[in-house]
T-cell receptor
């Protein structure tokens, strides 16, 4: 089925460890996003990309890096995980040519715990 | 500061009652999206509003965007336990092109 796929779905990290979250979309969408969701905070934008090879900072970029080497993939990296990065991470993609109904497609989320 | 304010937080209603959730911004909203989220799950798209005064309905849920395009409301008629969850508004806002800004979410509980 077409959509946004996030891997892994769950992960527990120790403080200081590194990891990469993968987001893949098969809809040929131009824009891709990484959000984090914490209790009572809604979703906050970490980084986003408006095209292959381009990335930009969002509202809460510190401690994260991203790469978009291929149009269909958007990777979120944590170089040295901290307990404050315990959160649920959502990836989204957007078809900027058709915003009529639902321009954004969200993945099912990655639940990350840093101990 | 939160650019999109949602109220109330949280919201507890008795089954069968009507309810309204509001989403307010100080900036013009170029696109306003409503999502529903069950605890621990992803976002389910409900509706998108773009034009001032626009109103859309789906089953028992109606969403409106005011004429000034700075406030939206989500109204549920005759609430059911299946309506329980977190309702999130997200918006394309003036000065934040290409990015969806979210409100804090409203947790809705429907009691029997």
């Amino acid at each position: 089925n077409a959509g946004v796929t996030q891997t892994p779905k769950f992960r527990v990290l120790k403080t200081g460890q590194s990891m990469t979250l993968l987001c893949a979309q098969d809809m040929n969408h131009e824009y891709m996003y990484w959000y984090r969701q914490d209790p009572g905070m809604g979703l906050r934008l970490i980084h986003y990309s408006v095209g292959e090879g381009t990335t930009a900072k969002g509202e809460v970029p510190d401690g994260y890096n991203v790469s978009r080497l291929k149009k269909q993939n958007f990777l979120l990296g944590l170089e040295s995980a901290a307990p404050s990065q315990t959160s649920v991470y959502f990836c989204a993609s957007r078809n900027v040519r058709d915003r009529a109904q639902n321009g954004y497609t969200f993945g099912s989320g990655t639940r990350l715990t840093v101990v | 500061s939160q650019e999109l304010e949602q109220s109330p937080q949280p919201l507890i209603v008795q089954e069968g009652k009507n309810l309204t959730i509001n989403c307010t911004s100080s900036k013009t909203l170029y696109g306003l999206y409503w999502y529903k989220q069950k605890y621990g799950e992803g976002l389910i798209f409900l509706m998108m509003l773009q034009k001032g005064g626009e109103e859309k309905s789906h089953e028992k849920i109606t969403a409106k965007l005011d004429e000034k395009k700075q406030q939206s409301s989500l109204h549920i008629t005759a609430s059911q336990p299946s309506h329980a969850g977190i309702y999130l508004c997200g918006a394309d806002m003036a000065g934040t092109a290409s990015k969806l800004t979210f409100g804090t979410g409203t947790r809705l509980q429907v009691t029997l």
